[in-house]
């Protein structure tokens, strides 16, 4: 991984760890970047960011923030300040950042489930999801993995409110994006090395937001210019560490 990019190994993590909100929300309000290692573990722990979770869970929450948040500095210094106002913005923010670091959840967020959206194909379940992993490049897992990524890339599009809640057969859907959580993406994406354009990216497409729609958008959003000449894009934003 390049440093200020998304992830495109793929690998496992996923397995172990879906969106975590209210976790995420507690390391945000926690961590210190300069401590790390094993003493960022023991001051978690010892601390109960995360409540009464065990050490090993601990170590394994800390280890995908990392990943998640860390690598990406001026994000999570934000992060640490910030308080948004919408109970809707936080999902978002860790689905977003999930995507940067997990190229199978980003291309299923991204990808397949906006285009089952744009062919009328809404219904899915579980057994679905695994033909399609199943499907990926390289793809050599086992069937009862496959079935574990399907099960757990469903609940994390769920968290975000990517699909409807239950079990069994599940509905693709879009979430609100509120304003001040495109603001927050608008800013990330500007400091981060991605897939895709500012008209067209599996981050403004998981949420529903492509072309015309994101440019009405990006026009209305405080402290932001955004100009569109056909292909020609011109966007301003204020620093992400001038929100909240």
Known sequence: MLPGAEVTAFHTRILRLT??????????????PEVRGQARVERAFSERWFGNKSFAR???LLANFAVRFDAYPEALAALRRWRPA???????????????????????TGDW??????????????DTVARWVGAR????WAPATRYGFATKLIRAADEAGLVSAGQGSRTAQFPQVPDEALGYLVRLL????HTGGWEDNPYLRSVGLTHDTVDARLRRLPDVTYRRMGSLVELHASPLGAMG
């Open 86 to 108: 919408d109970p809707g913005t936080r999902p978002l923010i860790c689905h977003w950042h999930l995507q940067l670091a997990d190229p199978l959840y980003r291309e299923f």
């Open 113 to 126: 489930l906006p285009s089952r959206l744009a062919e009328g194909r809404k219904e899915f379940d579980s």
């Open 58 to 60: 601990v170590k394994l």
């Open 190 to 193: 500007q400091l981060v090395t």
């Open 137 to 140: 490049p390289n793809a050599a």
């Open 19 to 32: 969106l975590a909100v209210q976790e995420s929300r507690a390391y945000w309000e926690a961590v210190d």
